[in-house]
């Protein structure tokens, strides 16, 4: 599976910004998809993470009813929309995928098989 994130940018605090990740993979229907971001000298965190099906969302406390996570299987393309956004929300982020139909939704970063190559978000404040 290849990953294409895109959409990333510089914005002011409170603006909103969407990044998207286009799959490669024909079966894009049967993976989990995931969010994460890094900065600088510290981990890769989860952000966001739908489910195969995208009836399943997980969103961390520091972006929860900030952003949203869609899917559009049709088009093989996960979206991650972001509004009010903050300074803190700076960071490299990552779309990544987890093949295979699981019942509970994967949110760690060690379940996912595939990474994009980051999109630069950063946020003035």
């Known amino acids: 599976v290849q990953l294409q994130a895109s959409g990333g940018g510089l914005v002011q605090a409170g603006d909103s910004l969407t990044v998207s990740c286009t799959a490669t993979k024909r079966t894009f229907g049967s993976i989990d998809m995931g969010w994460f971001r890094q900065t600088p000298g510290k981990e890769r965190e989860i952000v966001a993470a739908i489910s195969w099906t995208g009836s399943n969302t997980y969103y961390s406390d520091s972006v929860k009813g900030r952003f949203t996570v869609s899917r559009e299987n049709a088009k093989k393309t996960v979206h991650l929309q972001m509004n009010s956004l903050k300074p803190e929300d700076t960071a490299v982020y990552y779309c990544?995928?987890?093949?295979?139909?699981?019942?509970?939704?994967?949110?760690?970063?060690?379940?996912?098989?595939?990474w994009g190559q980051g999109t630069q978000v950063t946020v003035s404040s």
């Open positions: 990544a995928a987890a093949p295979g139909r699981l019942v509970v939704l994967r949110t760690k970063s060690q379940d996912y098989d595939y």
